[in-house]
C-alpha cells in the first residue's frame, strides 16, 4: 500500500497529539510544512504553560513564523489532527496558510460551527486518518472520565 504525503505529513502530526497525551494535554498535534519540509512541530500545552491560548496550531504558527523570518505562511501547510477551534482559525487566516489538511472534525469546537473563517485562498482538506485522530482524542476523554 502507498502513503500519500498528507497521510505521511498526518502521521507526523499524530506523533506530537501521542506526545501530548502522555504529558495530559488534550491530544492534538500539528506541523507546518513547506515544500514538503517540516519546519514546525507542535502540540498542545494548554495545561503546562498555564495558557488557553497554547493550542497546537498556535505554538505550530509561531515556530513556523520564527523558521521563514516572517509572518505570512501563504506557501505552507498545516497538518493537525483535530479540526481547528475558532481561535486558531482566525490565527491561520491572519497567517493567510496556503493549505490546512485535518485529520478529526470537531462537532462541538470546530470552526466550521461558525462558518469559512480561514483565508478565502487556504485550501482545505479533512478526514485524512481521521478513525485514527478520533480515537487518540476519545480514548483521551476516556481515560479521563474513569
Given amino acids: 500500500m502507498t502513503i500519500n504525503k498528507d497521510e505521511y505529513f498526518m502521521q507526523k ?3 506530537e497529539a501521542e506526545k501530548a497525551f502522555e ?15 517540516i519546519i514546525a512541530k507542535a502540540h498542545n ?3 503546562l504553560l498555564h495558557d488557553v491560548t497554547a493550542h497546537a496550531e498556535i505554538q505550530a504558527i509561531t515556530s513556523a ?7 505570512y ?8 489532527t483535530l479540526e481547528p477551534c475558532v481561535m486558531c482559525a482566525g490565527a491561520l487566516y491572519w497567517s493567510q496558510i496556503g493549505r490546512v489538511v ?17 483565508h478565502p485562498r487556504t485550501e482545505v482538506v479533512q478526514g ?7 480515537q487518540l482524542v476519545k480514548a483521551f476523554f476516556d ?4
Avoid at 513564523?65 to 509572518?71: I, Q, R, T
Avoid at 478529526?104 to 470546530?110: E, F, L, Q, T
Avoid at 485524512?128 to 478520533?134: G, K, M, R, Y
Avoid at 481515560?143 to 474513569?146: E, P, S, T
Fill in 102 to 118: 485535518y485529520g478529526a472534525s470537531d462537532a462541538k469546537r470546530g470552526y466550521h460551527l461558525h462558518g469559512e473563517l480561514l
Fill in 23 to 37: 504529558a495530559g494535554e488534550i491530544p492534538v498535534g500539528a506541523i507546518i510544512t513547506v515544500n514538503e519540509k
Fill in 45 to 47: 500545552l494548554t495545561e
Fill in 128 to 134: 485524512v486518518l481521521q478513525d485514527e485522530c478520533s
Fill in 73 to 80: 505562511l501563504k506557501d505552507c501547510t498545516l497538518y493537525v
Fill in 143 to 146: 481515560q479521563k472520565r474513569l
Fill in 13 to 15: 502530526a499524530l506523533q
Fill in 65 to 71: 513564523s520564527e523558521y521563514l523570518g516572517g509572518k
